[in-house]
């Protein structure tokens, strides 16, 4: 039994797999100053209603972007789970080179991103992380991480509309009917969700030019689905991108140990 913790800027995921298959996922909003106590009381309710308890599992993997946090999801995980978790960025071996001028730079998601694309998509790959920032990275054909773009994710965006225009409603993201908009809510979608669009397209085509390889899309994290059918540039939508490079990391530790 395994619990997978995919800590982003907003949401944190909690995944349990039981050796076979992911069978039971919980998000909640990231907070830094959630304290161990406080993940516990409100992860075990949820562990119980699925039928399982606290002390049912064999290991943890965390992957944070959000530094403050890991010394609470550790705390968790030593006190409550009774086992030492595996933290990427920390003591947990990737397996994969990083290539980049930089390497301690790169966000645990970026990096556990690519080991889930590489695990399951052949050959060089673009992978297209929407959450808070929308991240795009080129994984080589070995595996190997090679750099990428960020850009901010399409909620921070709206909402900086809103909060820079005192006259511009906060408004709900979603694929309008048509890309002119007749009133202003229909302009921000518009401008917002074709924008995103355009921005998609237009990274990937200088991608694959500057690259000059094939290279398949991959497409994941919480807003990737709303780009699903509006644009033929991501190849593949697949939502448990990250679940599956954390897990694929456990497997190599704990082959390794």
Known sequence: ?????????TNTLFAVHDGQKWTAQWRTATQSTRTA??????????????GLALGAFD??????????????LRNLARRYL????????????LGIPVRIDKPSEAGADRLVNAIGAHAVYPGALIVIDSGTAT?????????????????????LSMEALHTAAAKLPRVAIQKPQRVVGTDTVGAMQSGVFW????????????????????????????????FHGATSSIDHFDPDLTIRGMLE?????????
């Open 82 to 93: 009774h086992v030492e978790p595996l933290v990427i960025g920390e003591n947990a071996d």
């Open 1 to 9: 039994m395994l619990l997978a913790i995919e800590q982003g800027n």
């Open 37 to 50: 106590d406080e993940y516990a009381v409100w992860l075990s309710q949820l562990l119980n209603m699925a």
């Open 249 to 257: 990391i456990w497997r190599r530790n704990k082959q390794a140990a």
């Open 135 to 155: 991240t795009f990275d080129v994984v080589a054909e070995d595996g190997g991480f090679e750099g990428g773009v960020i850009a901010p994710g399409i909620n």
């Open 59 to 72: 290991g943890c993997i965390v992957s944070s972007v959000v530094p403050q946090s890991i010394f609470n």
């Open 195 to 226: 924008g995103y669009i355009a921005l998609i397209e237009g990274l990937i085509a200088r991608i694959k030019g500057e690259q000059g390889r094939p290279l398949t899309v991959v497409a994941t994290g919480g807003v990737a689905s709303l």
